[in-house]
């Protein structure tokens, strides 16, 4: 045994004889004795097997009891790491002296009764083991709604354990046991031991064989090919010490000759027609083999299944060689204690007494969420409101009864006192079992407790005051179009303004004249086309792409702005005094929020000053703050989650609106100890109850129809003027096109100038020079006609009409364009020009009319001018 083995090593290191032993404590290493050879399984390479079955069945914490030894002990961290991978807690570690007396082992199992653990794993040599289960008969320990799983030794020397034992007080215990796959070799050497058995002891019942002797039974076989190997055929004598002066009896025995012979032959040896089956010795460990799953019914056990480190667990196991094949990866019908078949969640409310306590805040407002009174008469703490409510159908849902009893808890009104951050904290501290309420699931807080999956939607947003009705304000028309855009128009009109002179000014009489009629022509030209009331005729190409393009961004820019005052001006809005949290903290504004919330930190991230903070616990008190605002006592705006800006604005919706960006956040949760096995029931029961009838029933319950108020409907407002971003395009367009004119013009002009600059005269004499032709009048290249003779004879008339009418000859210009216009193709500029006050002249009247009649139209024409 373990506890036997340490002296027995010990010794074999000092004679240097080999030591087989069928020990399996780990505390007993090989590595460090090395005449040490393991004729058994270590107890830790079962923990994977068991971690394996844990996890099936979903059992969040189990209980470790073991014995007091180092056989017991040595399991314990072993397992405690392989549960840990699979995200178990061992809740609690009970250790049994093997004296123990059955006072003290139904005392510790009363106590382990008190936990809400319901998952035992026993890891007791067989003796001790016998008193544990009928103490915990006796306990009612072995009824319906406990788990229990006994380790490899135990199970393995069942025989060993008294038949009313295993029938009184082990019904429904899975174990753990190495697998002894069948053989010949088996079945002969089983006949015979049972034979020899019988004749040795024909007084006793008869013992079936374990793996343990077979194992030893392998061990010597292995001994013996070792011997063989080795070539000794007699057994040498030790090699005495020189001198027997001051020697104890063990000194004295002196030291073996071959015992490092047989090391170095067993060391590393391989039984492959061993009674346990593969009997592989690696470096003096036994490697390890399946392990068989069985399940305690009646007299004695039922193979349930099979694992293996490969393959898991397994249904059934068909030993092909070293090759493990899967037939199926589930166990067997189980029968758990109590003769139930329904598998143990693993956990139980205590039988102590006590019933669930649960935390819940008690304020001085928002009774909407949650309401806490205490029953004068009785002391009973009754919860109401939303969350209460939701809790409540929660708990219906369970497929179990949890008793429960509610604990206020006061959030204070004072600042810098106890807050949520507390009431959750008293879970940690164990003073609550859980904690029900309007209480926000924030990752700082599930560092230390595990929260159910939200039963609310939640964000942080803020409610600011609205402002009057814009539609009185005498300067409502400058408000559809923000002070960028209405700045970048102004320009653009000024610029397309230059550009259009720029391209007219030598060609075109209607853009020369005086420097304030050209700077006046610019503005007009430019700012008339806002409502297409230009009249002066265009005739270069250039000009009129410019115009095109620049009156398509008209017509866009006047359509918008017309749609959106139109919108102020017809529909009534709510609009806040501000839209954005940053013009809060650019202007100095005093922020509110709800007392106790965590808000206050987020507001402190947002780089609010904490001085400019004020607290509030009722709707009443919102109200009053925000209608005093910043500068009488009041604030600019209250900061909350959703859910209560919600139920604030459908009081008050037409005093005050919400205002963007919103903040998500996880929404309400139950909050419980970390690891908690309840968490997983109550998170599947809160999807229940959200996703059915209840949760809209209990929502009308408490808040009514959100869309009661029909002047806002809660969402976010952000401006509505128009942003010069909308129309950036179209500027850009505009901007590219008229450019690209004025280059063109540039280019053309001075290449068709190309001598002024080819001359060795000085820069300023040549910029002189080329402004100076800018600023002539150009000869209209329309006005030659391509009948000289047409044009002289028109020419001659108009002067011997001159003669006839001398007050009108003076005053004649040399050459007036709608005469010129009127020879040659016959065709009319006026027809080209952007736009023209009257309808040009026919082709066949300017032809076929008399002299005077001509004369008098192109008298008509000029004099006016």
């Known amino acids: 045994m373990s506890t036997q083995t340490d002296f027995v090593i010990d010794l074999g290191n000092r004679v240097k004889v080999p030591i087989i032993s069928p020990a399996t404590s780990p505390l007993l290493s090989v590595k460090e004795n090395p ?79 008190t936990m809400q653990t319901r998952v035992f794993i026993v890891h007791l040599q067989p003796f001790l083991a016998s008193r544990l289960f009928l103490k915990a008969k006796e306990a009612g320990m072995m009824r319906s709604g406990y788990a229990w799983l006994i380790t490899d030794v135990l199970t393995s020397l069942l025989d060993l354990v008294d038949h009313s034992v295993i029938e009184s007080s082990m019904q429904g215990v899975l174990g753990l046991k190495p697998y002894v796959p069948r053989s010949n070799e088996l079945d002969n050497f089983t006949k015979r031991w049972r034979k020899r058995f019988r004749q040795e002891y024909p007084d006793m019942d008869q013992v079936e064989l374990n793996v343990f002797g077979l194992w030893a039974y392998d061990s010597i076989t292995s001994l013996a090919e070792a011997v063989e190997k080795v070539g000794t055929t007699a057994i040498p ?123 819940v805040p008690v304020k001085g407002g928002l009774e909407q969420f949650i309401k806490v009174e205490r029953d004068p008469k009785t002391q009973a703490v009754t919860a109401t409101g939303f969350c209460a409510d939701v809790f409540e159908e929660v708990i219906q849902s369970l497929p179990y009864a949890v008793p429960y009893e509610f604990i206020p808890f006061p959030i204070p009104d004072r600042l810098n006192l106890l807050d949520y951050d507390d009431l959750v904290h008293k879970v940690t501290s164990k003073d609550y079992d859980a904690v029900v309420g309007d209480v926000t699931i924030l990752a700082s807080r599930s560092e230390y407790v595990d929260f159910t999956l939200p039963f609310s939607e939640s964000g942080i947003s803020a409610v600011v005051p609205v402002r009057d009705d814009d539609r009185k304000n005498a300067w409502i028309f400058l408000k559809p179009l923000k002070s960028e855009l209405w700045i970048t128009t102004g320009a653009f009109f000024i610029f397309i303004g230059f550009v259009v002179w720029v ?11 005086p420097k304030r009629k050209q700077v006046g022509m610019i503005f007009w030209f430019s700012f008339s086309t806002l409502v297409f009331a230009h009249r002066e005729r ?69 780089k609010f000053d904490s001085s400019k903070f004020r607290s509030y616990s009722t709707l009443e008190e919102y109200n009053d703050a925000l209608s005093r605002g910043s500068k009488n006592g009041g604030v600019g705006a209250i900061v909350d989650e959703l859910p209560y800006l919600r139920l604030f604005l459908k009081k008050y919706c037409r005093k005050y609106i919400m205002v963007g960006p919103t903040y998500k ?57 128009l942003t010069l971003d909308s129309f950036k395009g179209l500027f850009l367009i505009a901007g590219v096109s008229a450019g690209s004119a004025l280059l063109l013009f540039f280019f053309s002009f001075l290449y068709q100038n190309r001598d002024i600059l080819a001359t060795d005269d000085s820069i300023g004499k040549k910029l002189f020079a080329i402004a100076k032709v800018f600023d002539e009048e150009r000869d209209n290249s329309n006005s030659k006609s391509e009948n000289p003779e047409a044009n002289e004879s028109q020419t001659a008339t108009l002067f011997a ?60 024409e000029i004099v006016p001018r």
């Open 35 to 113: 005449y040490f050879i393991r004729g058994a399984l270590r107890s830790s390479c079962q923990t994977k097997a068991i971690a394996t079955i844990v996890k099936k069945y979903n059992w969040r914490e189990v209980v470790i009891i073991y014995e007091d030894s180092s056989y017991g002990i040595g399991i314990v961290p072993h397992l405690t790491d392989a549960l840990l991978e699979i995200s178990t807690l061992v809740s609690y570690r009970s250790v049994i002296s093997p004296i123990a007396n059955d006072d003290q082992i139904l005392r510790e199992l009363y106590k382990l009764n």
């Open 237 to 359: 004598k030790l090699k005495k010490p020189d001198t027997r002066e001051n020697l104890t009896d063990l000194h004295a025995l002196g030291t073996s000759k071959v015992g490092s012979l047989l090391i170095d032959s067993m060391q590393n040896s391989v039984l492959k027609t061993g009674l346990s089956g593969d009997f592989r010795i690696v470096d003096r460990e036994l490697q390890p083999s399946p392990y068989q799953i069985v399940n305690i019914i009646g007299k004695g056990e039922r193979s349930i299944g099979f694992w293996t480190e490969k393959d898991g667990i397994l249904y059934k196991l068909k030993m092909n060689g070293k090759t493990a094949k899967s037939r199926n990866k589930q166990l067997g019908a189980i029968i758990w204690p109590g003769e139930s078949t329904i598998v143990p969640r693993g956990w139980d409310i205590p039988t102590s007494g006590k019933k669930l306590r649960v935390g």
């Open 503 to 513: 391209l007219e000014h030598r060609v075109n009489r209607e853009f020369r004249g």
């Open 538 to 606: 265009v005739t270069s190409n250039l000009t009129r792409f410019v115009l095109i393009v620049w009156v398509f961004v008209v017509l866009v820019l006047t359509s918008s702005y017309t749609a959106s005052l139109t919108s102020m001006l017809t529909v009534q809005q709510l609009q806040p005094t501000i839209t954005d949290l940053n013009d809060l903290i650019k202007n100095g504004e005093y922020v509110g929020y709800q007392k106790g919330s965590f808000v206050k930190d987020v507001l402190k991230r947002m």
């Open 665 to 721: 956040t996880a929404g309400f949760g139950f909050a419980f100890p970390k690891g908690s096995p309840l968490v997983p029931d109550f998170s599947r029961a809160v999807l229940k109850v959200v996703e059915g009838k209840l949760m809209n029933n209990i929502i009308q319950k408490w808040f009514g129809n959100e869309t009661d108020c029909p002047e806002q409907d809660g969402m976010a407002i952000t401006s509505d003027s």
């Open 801 to 860: 009409a001159g003669e006839a009418s001398p007050e009108y000859l003076p005053d004649l210009p040399s050459q007036s364009p709608e005469i010129r216009n009127s020879d040659g193709l016959g065709a009319s500029p006026a027809a080209e020009g952007f736009s023209t006050t009257e309808p040009g002249t026919p082709v066949h009247e300017t032809i076929t009319g008399t002299v005077e009649e001509r004369l008098d139209r192109a008298l008509q």
